[in-house]
């Protein structure tokens, strides 16, 4: 009995060795075919995930880590300034990914725990947070104009700046989304997100909806082609809006301005930050909110008047001054 228990032993600990050499290659491998089948909505984040991939690929080749073992905490270390220059967001973003990646090999491919990247982030500072400035109203009706003779991106920029979704919220947003009989668009009803994701899961919300969200639903051109991805096809048509108008326009940066413009109208911070689906408030004042002064030369009450004045005409009156 006890031979077999050393010999059982044994096993195990060679097992435990075979496992430490496996190569991150395969590992990469196993985990993106995973992804791509976890869940649907992974299919809409595939080109982001797969160039978080493609540099932490680099990296590993370049810290010649090429077996699981190989990755230490020593090296972990310097990934971030592997990364120099990079944003913050986008550096947190590939070590939640990289961490995603060692917590696959874990528990799906039977490998022994590793806590290199545990606790490893950047702080955000003034170099290395890229700040996103709100568009100003002119540059708000500039871009509607611009792409009013395209309905589809038309309908989409236009509900961007009424309700502040998100590039991935407004990929998959469905006609399901939408009830009308409680005037409610229920944003992420159910958790879209697979087991395993870089990112937690906070945005589902409800917004009001609107006379002119009601009209955009009824021109039904945001519901056209189902596998057009707005997020994928909108960026070639943003750089032509930019090279023509000469406004910097990233789709991002609509969530910035109705998170702002809100503000400037007076609009209560706890609401804003429910409809924007952020966990606390402070990630709404610290990321996205911006007032915006620039709007009237008579301070404070005049941004106030300015902004309560727009956001009426976006949500009440826009579709009958065009029409």
């Given at each position: 009995m006890e031979k077999k228990l050393i010999l059982g032993d044994f096993l195990v600990k060679i097992s435990h060795l075979r496992g430490k050499r496996k190569l991150w290659r395969e590992i990469f491998g196993d985990y993106m075919?995973?992804?791509?089948?976890?869940?649907?909505?992974?299919?809409?984040?595939?080109?982001?995930?797969?160039?978080?991939?493609v540099t932490i690929k680099q990296w590993f080749s370049d810290q010649k880590i090429v077996h699981y073992n190989d990755l230490t905490r020593e090296k972990a270390r310097s990934y971030a300034d592997w990364r120099g220059k990079k944003s913050a967001s986008t550096v947190n973003k590939e070590l939640l990914r990289l961490r995603a990646v060692i917590k696959f090999a874990e528990r799906f491919m039977g490998l022994p725990?590793?806590?290199?990247?545990?606790?490893?982030?950047?702080?955000?500072?003034?170099?290395?947070?890229?700040?996103?400035?709100?568009?100003?109203?002119?540059?708000?009706?500039?871009?509607?104009?611009?792409?009013?003779?395209?309905?589809y991106y038309h309908d989409?920029?236009?509900?961007?700046?009424?309700?502040?979704?998100?590039?991935?919220?407004?990929?998959?947003?469905?006609?399901?989304?939408?009830?009308?009989?409680?005037?409610?668009?229920?944003?992420?009803?159910?958790?879209?997100?697979?087991?395993?994701?870089?990112k937690n899961q906070h945005r589902a919300r409800k917004i009001p909806i609107t006379k002119t969200m009601l009209e955009i639903y009824r021109r039904g051109h945001i519901f056209e082609s189902n596998g057009r991805r707005f997020n994928m096809r909108s960026q070639k048509l943003f750089r032509k809006c930019t090279d023509m108008t000469g406004i910097?326009?990233?789709?991002?940066?609509?969530?910035?301005?109705?998170?702002?413009?809100?503000?400037?109208?007076?609009?209560?911070?706890?609401?804003?930050?429910?409809?924007?689906g952020h966990k606390n408030i402070n990630v709404t004042l610290k990321h996205y909110a911006d007032f915006i002064f620039s709007e009237s030369d008579s301070g404070f009450e005049g941004m106030v008047k300015v902004h309560k004045e727009w956001l009426k005409y976006l949500n009440e009156g826009y579709f009958k001054q065009i029409l």
């Open positions: 075919a995973d992804f791509y089948q976890t869940a649907k909505a992974k299919a809409s984040w595939k080109c982001q995930v797969e160039k978080q991939i725990p590793n806590f290199a990247f545990d606790g490893i982030t950047v702080r955000e500072t003034s170099e290395n947070t890229r700040l996103v400035a709100p568009f100003s109203i002119s540059e708000c009706k500039t871009i509607l104009d611009w792409v009013g003779k395209k309905p989409m920029v236009l509900l961007m700046l009424l309700t502040g979704m998100e590039n991935k919220a407004i990929s998959l947003m469905t006609k399901e989304w939408w009830h009308l009989k409680e005037k409610l668009l229920f944003v992420f009803p159910q958790k879209v997100s697979g087991v395993i994701d870089a910097g326009v990233h789709c991002h940066k609509f969530r910035h301005t109705f998170a702002s413009q809100a503000l400037s109208a007076g609009y209560d911070v706890v609401r804003v930050s429910k409809m924007l």
